[in-house]
């Protein structure tokens, strides 16, 4: 594996690619999931859905083509998107009349139809979230986190008031954090962005933002309170208790599969792929060792363990291949199973096993008697060491120390030199958008958001040194 300081976009294409995640495919920026990639993804539908269901939510399917006319109805979100647009202008052999881009999101063609479906204070709240592929036409694309085209979910709500919206938009975020947190086991920091950060048309957008291992953010989730702007746009109205006409207020929020390089990203080490157990598609494997063949009974009893941990509903495979055990161990290490099982002849006589859990560097004899309870117990210590190490990692990279643009340059220069990542800097920014373009033009470093509980509050910009008007976070992103 290569040395991720050095170089982690070559350590990380090789981790996925040894994993077996993903395939390149003839279309630039397109990527074929493969079965482990795809299983990721499923168990954070799984995960996402019961939460939005739970809240109230309901899942619909709508069109891939939209019409060049809906985008043009919201100025801001027309130019937001446009760059990236690819276009159907033919099929059938005919030219269209009208142009129609692959969806980017889905906001103009869900307003148009809710200006149908809303008529009444009793159609509301809308509550609809669609799973879906979205295409944008990135210039730089790079697998899961950055491709034309990629998988997400999308939720669209419509409420009869600000206050119902803002509750949505916070609600939705909220979960967020707590799935990305919980079951991928990736600590973030949660805020609102700055005007030039925030979504195509959006009165306010905010996200929850990670640190990968070489110190870039990922924008992880985001929640967005539209207002009525698109409301407005697609004529979106509902009559009132007292028989008034007025405006809907709209949400969008969205999670895609970049939150699949996210988690390689943050918890993968020199060995390849590391995987918190709640998201592995395979947890557990069990694996044959020495003269096993000879000894009917090694597979008898590993069978048995492996209809226990499946009854419990542990994702677990028995590889009986005929490889070496070294390949075997090394194989499924890069793959990232989370706790690997070894049991020979030896092993028989004492009555154990062998446990290897993917992030620890030493084996450890288990009692075949206790096997699947410490099995269990340590795919959730695992589960939490993960997160620790991550959160450890965020804090000890997030720097509150940095008060102007020279401190800011010269901790790049010192990184740059030690060949240490220069991590996030949380700074105080005027809310002018100039210092804030000044800043990503001379640093490469963008406002990730502005944190909802900052850990310090600034007083100066850290380019002008005018008043702060925010605290905020500073990173180089993905």
Sequence with gaps: ????????????????????????????????????GYELWEHIQEEMDRRFKETGHRNAYFPMLIPESFFQKEKDHIEGFSPELPWVTEAAGEKLEERLALRPTSETMIGHL??????????????????????????????????????????????????DARKETMQMLTIYKEVVEGLLAIPVYDGQKTPSERFAGAVDTYSIEAMMKDGKAVQA??????????????????????NKHE????????????????????????????????????????????????????IEKLDEIFAILKGKGIRVRLDDSDQSPGF??????????????????????????MMKARDEGDKISVPLDDVVPIIEK??????TRLYDKAKAFLAENSHTH????????????????????????LAGWCGDDACEAAIKEETKFTTRNIPFNPPVKKHTCIYCDKEAEHTVWFARAY
């Design 114 to 163: 809710y200006s149908d479906w809303i008529k009444s204070y009793r159609d509301l709240p809308v509550l609809i979230n669609q799973w879906a592929n979205v295409f944008r036409w990135e210039k730089k694309t790079l697998p899961f986190i950055r491709t034309s085209e990629f998988l997400w979910q999308e939720g669209h709500t419509a409420h009869v008031d600000e206050e």
């Design 1 to 36: 594996m290569s040395n991720k300081k050095m170089d982690f976009s070559k350590w990380y294409i090789e981790t996925i690619q040894k994993a077996d995640l993903m395939d390149y495919t003839p279309v630039r920026g397109c990527i074929a999931f493969k079965p482990d």
């Design 328 to 353: 075997k161990f090394n194989e499924w290490e890069l793959k990232g199973v989370p706790v690997r099982i070894e049991l020979g002849p030896r092993d028989l006589e004492k009555n154990q096993v």
């Design 402 to 425: 940095i008060d102007t643009i020279e401190q800011l340059k010269q901790h790049l220069a010192e990184a740059e030199e030690k060949e240490i990542i220069p991590g996030w800097v």
């Design 247 to 298: 405006y809907v207020h709209t949400t969008s929020w969205g999670t895609s599969t970049r939150l699949i390089g996210s988690v390689i990203m943050v918890h993968g080490d020199e060995q390849g792929l590391v995987l918190p157990p709640r998201i592995a598609p395979t947890q557990v494997v069990l694996i044959p060792v020495g003269p096993w063949k000879k000894n009917p009974a090694i």
């Design 221 to 242: 989730g985001t929640s967005h309170y539209l207002g009525t702007k698109f409301a407005e746009a697609f004529d979106i109205k509902f009559l009132t208790k007292e």
């Design 378 to 383: 340590e795919l959730e210590t695992m589960q």
